[in-house]
C-alpha cells in the first residue's frame, strides 16, 4: 500500500481523526512542455462518508516513468505544502459542552485553519481567550490582550510547561493587531492548542 491509499486526517467534514480512504485518482499530465502534472485524488471519511479531493502539482518531465511518478507522489504527501485537501482536514478537534457563541467562533477557527487561513484562525483564537476571561472571571471589556491572558494564567489554567508558548502567544497578540505581517502555520497551531487547552478544561473536562 503506499502513501495515498490512506492519509491520516481530520476529517473536514465531521472533525474526526480518522484515515481517509482513497477512492480514485485521476493524473492529467498536461502536454509535453507543461511544467506540472495535475494530480487529483478522491478520499472518503470512513466514518460520516464524506469526500475530499486532493490536489497536488507534481513536477513534469517527459518520460518519466509510473514508478517515478509514483515516487514524487508518495513524498509529496507527507509535505502539507506540496497539496491542498479540500475540505480541508481541521487542525483541533471539536470540543464538547461549549455555549452556543464559543461553539460558532471555535467553530470558524477550524474553518479558517482548515483553509489555511492561519492569520485569521489565531484572531479568533485571541477573541476567544478574551471571551472566556470575561465570561468567567467578569473581567472587564476593552482591556488589552496580555490582561486578559494574564488572568487565566492568575486562574492557574497553563500549566508551567506551556509558559513559554503562552509568553509568545501573549507578546505576539499585542503588536499583531496593528501589524499586517501574516501568521505562520507554526505560530498559529501554537495559539490553538492553547486555546483549545483553556476550552477543554472550562467546558468539557470540568463537566
Not at 492569520?119 to 488589552?144: N, P, W, Y
Not at 490582561?147 to 513559554?164: A, G, I, T, W
Request: aromatic share 8%; net charge negative; hydrophobic share 40%.
Amino acid at each position: 500500500m503506499n502513501n495515498l491509499d490512506l492519509i491520516d486526517s481530520i476529517c473536514g467534514t465531521c472533525g474526526k481523526e480518522v484515515g481517509l480512504i482513497e477512492l480514485r485518482a485521476y493524473v492529467n499530465d498536461g502536454y509535453s512542455n507543461a511544467s506540472a502534472i495535475n494530480y487529483f485524488d478522491v478520499f472518503m471519511c470512513p466514518r460520516c462518508k464524506s469526500g475530499s479531493v486532493l490536489n497536488m502539482k507534481l513536477p513534469y518531465r517527459q518520460g518519466r516513468s509510473d514508478m517515478e511518478v509514483q515516487m514524487l507522489k508518495d513524498s509529496a504527501v507527507n509535505n502539507r505544502d506540496m497539496y491542498v485537501l479540500s475540505p480541508g482536514p481541521l487542525p483541533m478537534p471539536r470540543v464538547k459542552n461549549l455555549p452556543d457563541d464559543i461553539e460558532s467562533a471555535w467553530e470558524e477557527v477550524l474553518n479558517a485553519g482548515g483553509a489555511s487561513a492561519w492569520t485569521a484562525a489565531e484572531l479568533m483564537c485571541r477573541k476567544i481567550l478574551m471571551h472566556v476571561s470575561v465570561d468567567q472571571f467578569d473581567m472587564e471589556a476593552g482591556l488589552s490582550f496580555a490582561s486578559y491572558v494574564k488572568k487565566l494564567d492568575e486562574e492557574r489554567f497553563f500549566p508551567r510547561m506551556m509558559m513559554p508558548v503562552v509568553d509568545g502567544i501573549r507578546e505576539r497578540g499585542n503588536r499583531a493587531t496593528h501589524d499586517l505581517a501574516s501568521t505562520t502555520r507554526e505560530q498559529a497551531m501554537k495559539t490553538l492548542d492553547v486555546t483549545h487547552h483553556v476550552l477543554r478544561t472550562i467546558y468539557e473536562i470540568s463537566i
